[in-house]
């Protein structure tokens, strides 16, 4: 698939036969794909960088599952391809990951406002996630969702540095109640640099 596709139509789509027939070779490649945009982050956060291919599998996915037709692709399309990046961003799903749903509601309620305080640091620089826009992400009363859908922007001058050997990258949440930063690796900074045009 090409990387300058930044919208999915009905015609990336394959038929929800041969879907299913291959579904497992799929699902396989896709892990294989997705292994180098996967970044943890502190003990409960792990960002899933989003591309036009894990966003394309996602729809098939859903179709597969709940087998809606046409009528629910109109819905999946409205609702993921806004995480297909640009070609001047970097899009992630960032999910807090806690199995005990007592300590996960008292987490989440401690980290309103998270998505408000991501961050990519290149070299010096820093980036600000820019939240997705399709609902609010943290409660009236200050209560985080588990999945938040985030955008970095970036100018041109960002991006030849974000592909450079030499730039270091982290990721990072600066919150008051879970302030994180990791380094990218050369790997995935080698798999997200394939997002930019």
Known sequence: MSKEKKQIEKEDLISSDIYAKNRKQIRKDLIEFKKNRRIALGPYATFY????????????????????????????????????????????????????????????????GVEDKVFMKIDNEIVKAVPEEDVDRTSAEGKASSVQFIHFKFNNDQIAKFKSKNTSILLGIDHKEYGHSTKLTEDNIRSLSADFI
């Not at 291919?53 to 599952?65: D, G, N, R, S, Y």
């Not at 692709?73 to 961003?89: F, R, S, T």
């Open 49 to 112: 960088f989003e591309s036009f291919e894990t966003m394309v599998a996602q729809v098939q996915e859903m179709l597969h599952i709940e087998k809606g037709g046409d009528e629910q692709l109109k819905d999946e399309l409205i609702a993921y391809n806004p995480l297909v990046p640009n070609g001047k961003e970097l899009t992630a799903t960032l999910m807090f990951e806690i199995d005990n749903p007592i300590s996960r509601a008292v987490f989440l309620g401690k980290v309103g």
